[in-house]
């Protein structure tokens, strides 16, 4: 029997959830709520029951788990609902604008005893997935810096997303997952201190740039940065180890693992450069440096809802756990505190 | 008749400003001062009096300016006995490690109305010049974000830049020109507080790696960082408008400056990438993107040199004045007291 899910906002990423719940299995999507009618009949042409009803949407037991997939400021009301429906609820990030939301929300979960999660489905992105490995295979040392880059030309912040009231922004709408990413790579308590700096370039109400600094534990430091309107991208991932360089160009497999193949002890000569003369940024002479591929790690998006119904049939622990989701939270209010203040922000 | 100069120091850094002053109209090297024989007996080979007493250089009345070109801790009593024995001074950077030791210089060239000013000679550096250029330009609009970044191959820090007693280390050898470089582009008082993270990643005395961010009294961010062992090199500056991204790969005139064709009013469409579905980073068609050429600006390092000898004969203002010097110490300082204490310093 495959687990039936319901949504609730049928828009742009419900369509995506819709598609993607196709291929996986085990999972079937059956009804959906709007306050939209256009949006219902849209669900119902895909073979959805529409509801115009939250109440009836709720009280129909066909389904067990709840998609929340509305703009942000909409996400607590729905999944507080929708628990004490008795479903189990995938909501849709960043999960909330509050602390007291979130609170509210788990607490709500564990009173009906429902499984609660956020769909952080970049933990399965293939860039992602290459930089942890990287990282693991200890190719490149200490990595005393981690840098998650992305640069588009786009501009703006696009529909809601672009308004405060619904919790636009870009820190609320990628930040969620590059930071969820960090947190995943390096461990829910490396990070002793966060700075970050936001900037509106092409959006009044909200950060459509931001650039943010982790200080972490081990000593090394995370830095994430997303631009809407950087017309010149730099690579994805940078990783900078004491052994060797990674990086990632985009979100697919491109780039490469750099090392060095003589001993960096060899004293370099002094070299005279258009820099003047450096022996420390000498240039290296032609093949010292070996390049090797990306390791190609399978991964796919689908894992998540995988989990998920795995978690409700009682055969798996849930991997994006509320706690965490409240601790990513913290973090993007942390930095806005930041970038408020000029203050760096302990964690 | 040329404008006479004496050196302290004739080791590495010395032989480059010999040199240099060859193709510096009015300025001649004539003597030279250091506590090494062999260093005196290749000044000697150049056609310079050699001097194993410091005492007797400064007596020499053939010279009335002198380049202190030693280790960094060696500064200070060497430009206060040049000072005080009636001599103009060029001191190489860093001035020196502490405010205490620079306020006693400036002092002293003032008690002795000498001319006392810093080897800055980035200042005259061609992508410095660039990029100063384009930000003037003001093709790229509200410049957000000023990125400028070295990456080597070199690895640890050479010789005494790799002694802390000496005033070794990244942020004291090239974070001085570039922080100095960072206040020459956007004023002396651009900037309100530093966030600063330094790495030992193959030197174990001194940082080989830092990066830092300020934060601009317009709002903006300044980014500096520099690694000895980054096998994969970023440009040498992004410059991230909110009408253009200028960027420019390392000291010599490549790179572009990058605008759109059509209006990023435009609403994208939702675009399915690797990214998943997106509006904001959704590829941008070919050929909306115009790359323009580089300015040219005519600079030279000769020039740092020109304008000394113009202000020792009373027909410019210096340029690179014993405040800024001292304001950039400061600034180093305030760096380093941010990373270790994980606080974003205020200026």
Redesign the interface.
């Known amino acids: 029997m495959p687990v039936k899910m319901g949504i609730i906002g049928y828009g742009?990423?419900a369509g995506?959830h819709h598609e993607h719940s196709a291929e996986t299995p085990g999972l079937e999507v059956v009804a959906a709520y709007d306050i939209d009618p256009a949006r219902i009949a849209k669900a119902q042409e895909k073979g959805l029951k529409g509801y115009d009803s939250l109440r009836q949407f709720l009280a129909d037991d066909s389904f067990e788990l709840v998609l929340v997939a509305t703009p942000n400021d909409a996400h607590c009301r729905l999944v507080l609902d929708a628990l004490d429906a008795g479903k189990h609820v995938v909501c849709e990030k960043p999960v909330t604008l509050t602390l007291r939301d979130i609170d509210r929300m788990i607490e709500t979960a564990q009173k009906n005893d429902r499984i609660f999660t956020v769909h952080q489905?970049r933990r399965w992105?293939?860039d992602f997935r290459i930089a942890r490995d990287v990282l693991a295979s200890e190719t490149l040392g200490n990595v005393?810096?981690i840098q998650s880059r992305?640069h588009?030309?786009?501009?703006?912040?696009?529909g809601w997303?672009g308004e405060k009231k619904h919790g636009g922004g870009?820190l609320f709408?990628?930040g969620v997952h590059f930071i969820d990413q960090a947190y995943t790579m390096c461990g829910w308590d490396a990070f002793?201190?966060v700075?970050c700096?936001t900037?509106n370039?092409?959006t009044t109400e909200v950060d459509d740039?931001f650039?943010l600094?982790f200080?972490r534990k081990d000593?090394?430091?995370y830095?994430v940065e997303i631009?809407?309107?950087?017309?010149?991208e730099?690579?994805r991932w940078?990783l900078?180890g004491?052994q060797?360089?990674?990086?990632i160009n985009?979100?697919?497999r491109s780039g490469?693992v750099?090392?060095?193949d003589n001993a960096?002890?060899d004293?370099?000569v002094?070299v005279m450069?258009?820099?003047?003369?450096?022996?420390?940024?000498?240039?290296?002479p032609d093949g010292v440096?070996t390049e090797r591929e990306l390791p190609d790690p399978d991964c796919h998006?689908t894992d998540y809802y995988k989990n998920v119904i795995a978690t409700i049939e009682g055969r798996e622990e849930l991997i994006v756990k509320p706690e965490q989701v409240r601790r990513v939270l913290a973090t993007i209010l942390a930095a806005f505190r930041?970038a408020k203040t000029?203050?760096?922000i302990?964690l």
């Open positions: 742009g990423m995506w489905n992105d293939k005393y810096s992305l588009g030309s786009g501009g703006a912040m696009h997303r870009m709408d990628w002793t201190s700075r700096r900037a370039v092409k740039y650039h600094q200080d000593g090394g430091e830095v631009g809407t309107f950087v017309l010149k730099l690579p940078m900078l004491d060797g360089t990674a990086y985009g979100f697919a490469g750099i090392t060095l960096i002890e004293e370099p002094i450069t258009s820099a003047g003369p450096t022996r420390t940024f000498a240039p290296r440096k998006w930041s000029q203050k760096q302990k």
